[in-house]
């Protein structure tokens, strides 16, 4: 891009100023007014950061219903609650009295009103700028130091004379019709000045064409010579813009020296270059890309400039990461399909984790996505070994069906040695393997057993699974023991007669394992607790019944383990951690029959260690946006 450098730096930034103005064609109010504005933006930051009200007061509204339309608006935001409203609204008031005490039954009561209009409305024209000023340094004392940068930053006099008498000093030439109605056009007309500038700088890139000394655009000697050279889709785009820029007419062409550059066009290609190469590092990026110039300049009028895009991200984290600064949907995208948008990786979470990668799933490389480790308390994106245990939190460094953080820090099990789920679940009563379905467990380390052939499990169809089972179970395996039949206080009811806890007891002490948890779901299921506590071929130990050893009735585990699922919600989540486990499960049951209406039973617990169910899960799964999820499954 080619620009003259003898025109004087303040007569430049004046026209670029007053062009950056009419181009959004919102020259707010006549050039003899000297008003001021609050932008919109810096109340939503006063509110949202120092908590200071900026209401407007009723008086005020009755007063602006005196203006019509932009002129009302734009005089609005000048007018915020503070000790010096009084005074505003006080003379204001004054007016009114003196007027209508003046003139009553002198005048027309429409003659009076609109005499008051006027004179209200010249008061406030004459006051509200001195106001306001006084107001600013008002805040500017209140606040802390970071905010009056911004104080200043979204305070701005519009008060256009200073434009208009540095304006009057220089000679337009040239300057189309649409410059003088800014209402008309002038988004087009920027866009023909932007392309004529980039048509002249790929002439002269090409070597067809030179600037001179006196800022003219002149032909190369060797114009024919290098124009053979070029292709021909080169010599038709070099022919298309000689005509553009008036060329195939003449052998010069004044490119700017005296009605571009010194008018509002040199103005526009200078602040497009100096902001090109601000803003991209290539200061011809706006010559060849006009619509995105039109965008900066609505930024910079709306008080957005650093975030051009309006999409809460700033530019230079935009350019930084790949995004284009100059379009806003690429904030809502998910570049790296982890579940969380750009702007969650680049902003909303940037404050809590530091900024995250928006091309890798993983930005630490531990196994969990990025949108489970923001939404699991305790884990962190950036933080691969939160535990410090030397392990990677999201890998399964065992083989078992849980990854490492999880068994360090919610099973309490070694996440170096494998811990395997083997599930015994035996129903006399209703098809319990629909309690289990929702947990997709391993089906070569679960048995069900349940009504097959018309017939119930026997005592002895147990004893074949618990034989199995001691074949597989190893001593740092985990095993779940469901029994679901009719029951006494010292015995259950199989298929083929009643079996005592005791002899249960007995078999289940064959399973050498590192924890055993079992479930009595019986009448009178209190009672088990007596027999199965003297298990001791788990080094932990677990019991759970739906009543006590007097009461009949059952469900503890269909309950549990629906709270264990979810189901229940997210209010039985007791130590809100978003995870579920049987203790949490247990005490959903509990609370069933607490509110029953015909008063409840009373489930019973034994552990061995304490609080052994609390560390107690059948999946690694977590209650995240009202579902459960597993890692990486969102």
């Known amino acids: 891009m080619r620009f003259a450098t003898n025109i004087k730096p303040e007569y430049i930034e004046a026209v670029s100023n007053e062009l950056l103005k009419r181009a959004r064609g919102l020259l707010a109010y006549p050039i003899d007014t000297a008003s001021v504005r609050v932008s919109t933006d810096f109340q939503e930051y006063w509110n949202d950061n120092v908590n200071y009200n900026l209401e407007i007061p009723k008086e005020i509204k009755e007063m602006l219903n005196l203006y019509e339309g932009k002129e009302r608006d734009n005089i609005y935001d000048a007018f915020i609650q503070d000790k010096y409203i009084e005074e505003l609204i006080n003379g204001a008031r004054e007016i009114k009295r003196k007027i209508y005490v003046e003139n009553i039954g002198k ?9 008051i209009r006027q004179a ?6 004459e006051n509200a700028g001195l106001l306001l ?3 600013k340094e008002e805040l500017k004392r209140k606040a802390g130091d970071e905010l009056k940068n911004k104080i200043d930053e979204y305070f701005c006099a519009n008060d256009l004379k200073d434009y208009y008498e540095k304006l009057s000093h220089i000679k337009f030439v040239s300057i189309d019709s649409t410059l003088e109605d800014p209402s008309k056009g002038v988004e087009d007309y920027l866009h023909s000045l932007l392309k004529e500038e980039a048509a002249a700088d790929y002439l002269t890139r090409k070597g067809l064409y030179f600037i001179s000394g006196d800022g003219e655009l002149k032909r190369a000697k060797n114009y024919k010579e290098i124009f053979h050279k070029l292709s021909k889709q080169e010599r038709k785009k070099v022919k298309e813009y000689e005509k553009k ?7 010069a062409f004044a490119i700017g020296a005296a009605s571009i550059i010194l008018g509002a066009i040199g103005a526009a290609a200078y602040h497009a270059y100096k902001s090109g190469e601000k803003l991209k590092g290539d200061s011809s ?13 609505k930024s910079i009028w709306n008080k957005h400039s650093n975030d051009i895009d309006n999409d809460r991200i700033p530019n230079d984290v935009e350019e930084k990461y790949g995004l284009n600064m100059f379009y806003a949907g690429d904030a809502g ?3 790296d399909n982890d579940g969380l948008s750009n702007y969650d990786e680049l902003i909303r979470y940037a404050a809590l984790f530091g900024i995250l990668d928006i091309h890798s799933k993983d930005s630490d490389g531990d196994g969990y996505n990025d949108s489970y480790e923001v939404k699991v308390p305790g884990l962190h994106p950036k933080n691969p070994d939160v535990d410090n245990d030397g392990l990677l939190d999201g890998k399964n460094e065992d083989g078992d069906p849980f990854t490492n953080w999880f068994e360090r820090n919610k099973m309490m099990t070694d996440p170096e040695v494998p811990n395997d789920l083997y599930v015994l679940a035996v129903s006399c009563l209703s098809n319990i393997s629909w309690y289990y379905k929702p947990f997709n467990l391993d089906p070569e380390k679960t048995i069900i057993l349940w009504l097959e052939n018309g017939e119930y499990p026997t005592f002895s169809d147990f004893l074949r699974a618990v034989n199995k089972l001691s074949k597989e179970v190893s001593e740092n395996d985990i095993l779940l023991v469901n029994l679901q039949a009719h029951g006494s206080p010292v015995s259950i009811l199989f298929e083929d007669g009643w079996v005592s806890y005791e002899d249960i007891g007995q078999a289940l002490n064959k399973l050498k394992c590192e924890r055993m948890v079992i479930i009595t779901d019986a009448c009178y299921s209190g009672g088990a607790i007596n027999y199965l506590k003297e298990i001791n071929s788990a080094n932990e130990l677990a019991i759970l019944t739906s009543v006590a050893a007097n009461e009949t009735g059952g469900g503890v585990d269909r309950e549990s383990l629906k709270c264990m699922c979810g189901d229940a919600g997210k209010e039985f ?3 809100n951690d978003s995870f579920f486990s049987l203790y949490e499960g247990f005490n959903y049951w509990k609370y069933i029959q607490k509110t029953h209406p015909k008063g409840g039973k009373h489930p019973q617990l034994y552990e061995r260690p304490e609080n052994l169910t609390k560390h107690f ?7 995240i946006d009202e579902k459960m999820v597993e890692p990486n499954k969102f």
């Open 133 to 135: 000023e006084r107001y």
């Open 573 to 575: 989540d007791i130590n």
């Open 285 to 297: 990026y706006f010559f060849h890309n006009p619509n995105d110039y039109i965008k900066y300049l």
């Open 120 to 125: 209200v409305k010249k008061y406030m024209e």
């Open 245 to 251: 820029l008036g060329l195939r007419k003449s052998k």
């Open 107 to 115: 005048k027309d009561r429409k003659e009076i009103k609109k005499e």
């Open 617 to 623: 899960y059948l999946k690694e799964w977590i209650w």
């Open 333 to 335: 995208e998910d570049w």
